[in-house]
């Protein structure tokens, strides 16, 4: 499958909003589409993921609510607004689908494939 496109990254100050999109290809097909990030020098972490057939949302214990995942079936997009940003939430974002028969909701990075490229999120205090 072809991977996904993330946009909408950028810079803002600390309490600012962005809203980042994970858009896939007709072909791309996921139950479940993950939302992870990578600070310089740490491990990938998970953000949050949607059950896209149950609506289900699930968040890190880090962003749960400020952060919030959701999806247009209709786009084959998935978004997260991520609002209240803090500079530990500067990072690069990443889009990933959860493997065939993996939980939803898991945060383990080997639960997930066809990754995107990323987009950057840096916010300033």
């Known amino acids: 499958q072809v991977q996904p496109v993330e946009s909408g990254g950028g810079s803002v100050q600390a309490g600012g909003s962005l809203r980042l999109s994970c858009a896939a290809s007709?072909?791309?097909?996921?139950?479940?589409m993950g939302w992870f990030r990578q600070a310089p020098g740490k491990e990938r972490e998970g953000v949050a993921a949607?059950?896209?057939?149950?609506?289900?949302?699930y968040y890190a214990d880090s962003v749960a609510g400020r952060f919030t995942i959701s999806q247009d079936n209709a786009k084959n997009t998935v978004y997260l607004q991520m609002n209240v940003l803090k500079p530990e939430d500067t990072a690069m974002y990443f889009c990933?689908?959860?493997?065939?028969?993996?939980?939803?909701?898991?945060?383990?990075?080997?639960?997930?494939?066809?990754w995107g490229q990323g987009t950057q999120v840096t916010v300033s205090s």
């Open positions: 990933a689908r959860l493997r065939s028969y993996r939980p939803c909701g898991s945060w383990s990075t080997d639960d997930y494939t066809n």
């Open positions: 007709a072909g791309y097909t996921y139950d479940c």
């Open positions: 949607i059950n896209t057939n149950r609506g289900s949302t």
